[in-house]
């Protein structure tokens, strides 16, 4: 399973950006994709999942900025980011959960890192 991550980029404060991932190869299912950001130096957070079942979550931080959406018949997922703000600068990273053709259990994978860049 490959997941192909694009976006991202360099905005002053205020913009926007987007964010889109699409897992491929043996896939059976897929229950859910997101996007996790990292700085330097601070713990992994979780920004934005969406489920199969089309419910999001969002950490409190993004609510009402970023919007998530997925394709569940391409296996793909977006993230709308409004109102970027400095803080929202890190490496984003997207994951999903997968089950492969002929296995009984669901895997985490992981795409390339995106870099976003906020500028005040």
């Known amino acids: 399973v490959q997941l192909q991550a694009c976006g991202g980029g360099l905005v002053q404060a205020g913009g926007s950006l987007r964010l889109s991932c699409a897992a491929s190869?043996?896939?059976?299912?897929?229950?859910?994709m997101g996007w996790y950001r990292q700085v330097p130096g601070k713990q992994r957070e979780l920004v934005a999942t969406?489920?199969?079942?089309?419910?999001?979550n969002y950490v409190d931080s993004v609510m009402g900025r970023f919007t998530i959406s997925g394709d569940n018949g391409k296996n793909t997922a977006h993230l709308e980011m409004n109102s970027l703000k400095p803080e929202d600068t890190a490496v984003y990273s997207c994951?999903?959960?997968?089950?492969?053709?002929?296995?009984?259990?669901?895997?985490?994978?992981w795409g390339q890192g995106t870099e976003v860049t906020v500028s005040s």
């Open positions: 994951y999903a959960r997968v089950r492969q053709i002929g296995a009984t259990r669901w895997r985490n994978y």
């Open positions: 969406h489920s199969r079942d089309g419910s999001t």
């Open positions: 190869g043996s896939i059976f299912s897929v229950n859910t």
